[in-house]
């Protein structure tokens, strides 16, 4: 019944017991590949087993376990949080509460509330909205600012680089501003993607950069994470000390 529903001609391979769907009228192919894909990636499967709001919270999970991302009680501004899968991570795993909220999170769509985050409808690239997050930090400072943001890309790799690449500027500025020494900062990033202008700023103002690609991150998409750790404070820009590693 299954297989007829979803249109797969009940196909007996190994290769053919992934759902596939028929076009359906009024649905683009590039939908229908879309819903496949989520239908058969385990990714998702896991995050609503977990009750993850998306399959990105696996790769903020990924990036922890390797370059040890959280600890108890840090603070956290999250940028494009929607719909904020690494907000429950970073909750979760810094011990913040509904009484003592940690994690600040914004993003122009609207989430639902999620425990130990206080939330902004906000778009990040709007003039005020760094004011509004400082505001809302009440004047203390994180010791990390993850951004996951991503412009909806155009299919010209060229004029996507520079979009991905002034969000992160804005993020980086911004966590500039508000990290605490020591703290981090995390940005999606294109693969090879990153300006060598931001990168050299970036080891000026942090000890170490990494790229990191989790396994969570399909294998098909361009995207990356840069990882800066161990920022100097805006007193201290001698060049860092650890290598970048790709």
Known sequence: MVDKALGTGGRKSEKDLKIRLKTA????????????RQLNDPYVAKARAAG????AAFKIKEM???HHIFRQGMRIV????????????????????????????IDYLEMDP?????????????????????AVMGGKKADLVMSDMAWPTTGHRPTDHLRIV??????????????????MFIAKVFQGGTEHELLHMLKRHFKTTHHAK????????????????????????????GEYDR
């Open 25 to 36: 009228k009024g649905r683009k192919t590039g939908s229908t590949k879309w819903l496949e």
């Open 52 to 55: 993850y709001r998306s399959r």
């Open 64 to 66: 922890d376990e390797k």
């Open 78 to 105: 999250d940028l494009g949080a929607a719909p904020g899968g690494w907000s429950q991570v970073a909750a979760r795993a810094t011990g913040s509460t509904d009484a003592n909220p940690l994690i600040v999170g």
């Open 114 to 134: 999620i425990p130990g985050v206080t939330l902004l409808m906000k778009d990040f690239t709007d003039d005020d909205a760094p004011s509004m997050l400082i």
């Open 166 to 183: 002034q969000l992160i500027e804005i993020a980086a500025a911004f966590a500039l501003d508000v990290l605490a020494p020591g703290g």
């Open 214 to 241: 989790p396994p969570s991150s399909r294998s098909d998409s361009a995207e990356a994470y840069l990882i800066a750790k161990g920022f100097k404070g805006s007193n201290d820009t001698s060049p860092g000390e």
